[in-house]
């Protein structure tokens, strides 16, 4: 633990003074903050996302090397050879990926890279001015809902000028009827489970 602490602390030191968009936590959050603080000093934050997309897109399509991902107890040396390999495999790989790559070679954190690549794209959309927006419905809403739902986000006092929104759909039947909607860190639980449930409760204290 102390070594990987340690490691993410250098990588971290490269690229002094350069500030994320955003807190993340965990172990993933910890490791994506590192590398997006020292692509931006020493490359550039476009070409370090594109890099994590390439590795995670070559990683799902060849199973053997999502194999040696999810391995644990790989050797350092073959760890290091795995390195190796996807440099080979991506030869426009972001020199600040290869060098956090290394890094996660030494911690042996290979199993984490696809959840630090979420946590890095959330980072690089905030980066990037985009204000993520989730809708859960209890069916898929028509183009049409959903357009109208955004433009009323966006007049919202949590999109700011000069920022882009960018909407989910996401289905759960569980709410019975209504929506949630959460942007950034705020939720309007605007369901019909949310409303049984109040009113559920507001019975039994009735009684």
Same mark, same amino acid.
Request: overall charge positive.
């Given at each position: 633990?102390?070594? /990987?602490?340690?490691?993410?602390?250098?990588?971290? $030191?490269?690229?002094?003074?350069?500030?994320?968009?955003? #807190?993340?936590?965990?172990?993933?959050? &910890?490791? @994506?903050?590192?590398?997006?603080?020292?692509?931006?000093?020493?490359?550039?934050? =476009?070409?370090?996302?594109?890099?994590?997309?390439?590795?995670?897109?070559?990683?799902?399509?060849?199973?053997?090397?999502?194999?040696?991902?999810?391995?644990?107890?790989?050797?350092?040396?073959?760890?290091?050879? %795995? %390195?190796?390999?996807?440099?080979?495999?991506?030869?426009?790989?972001? @020199?600040? !990926?290869?060098?956090?790559?290394?890094?996660?070679? =030494?911690?042996?954190?290979?199993? =984490?890279?696809?959840?630090?690549?979420?946590?890095?794209?959330? *980072?690089?959309?905030?980066?990037?001015?985009? !204000?993520?927006?989730? !809708? $859960?419905?209890?069916?898929?809403?028509?183009?049409?809902? *959903? /357009?109208?739902? #955004?433009?009323?986000?966006? +007049?919202?006092?949590? %999109?700011?000028?000069? #920022? &882009?929104?960018?909407?989910?759909? #996401?289905?759960?039947?569980?709410?019975?009827?209504?929506?949630? %909607? =959460?942007?950034?860190?705020? $939720?309007?639980?605007?369901?019909?489970?949310?409303?049984?449930?109040?009113?559920? +409760? @507001?019975?039994?204290?009735?009684?």
């Amino acid at each position: 633990m102390f070594a /990987s602490r340690l490691s993410v602390r250098s990588m971290a $030191t490269v690229a002094k003074g350069v500030k994320p968009p955003k #807190q993340l936590f965990g172990i993933d959050g &910890t490791y @994506a903050t590192a590398l997006f603080t020292a692509a931006s000093k020493s490359t550039s934050i =476009e070409a370090a996302n594109k890099s994590l997309g390439d590795l995670e897109a070559l990683v799902k399509a060849d199973p053997k090397l999502g194999e040696f991902f999810a391995n644990p107890a790989l050797s350092l040396g073959d760890r290091k050879l %795995v %390195v190796s390999t996807l440099k080979e495999k991506i030869p426009s790989l972001d @020199a600040s !990926v290869t060098n956090f790559l290394t890094v996660l070679a =030494e911690n042996n954190r290979f199993a =984490e890279l696809g959840a630090i690549t979420k946590q890095f794209s959330i *980072l690089n959309e905030a980066f990037n001015g985009v !204000v993520e927006a989730t !809708v $859960t419905s209890a069916v898929a809403l028509d183009n049409k809902t *959903l /357009s109208k739902i #955004q433009t009323a986000i966006s +007049k919202s006092k949590y %999109v700011a000028a000069g #920022q &882009t929104l960018k909407i989910t759909n #996401q289905v759960n039947p569980e709410i019975l009827g209504g929506l949630v %909607v =959460e942007v950034a860190d705020r $939720t309007a639980d605007l369901s019909i489970s949310s409303k049984v449930s109040r009113l559920n +409760k @507001a019975l039994q204290e009735a009684i």
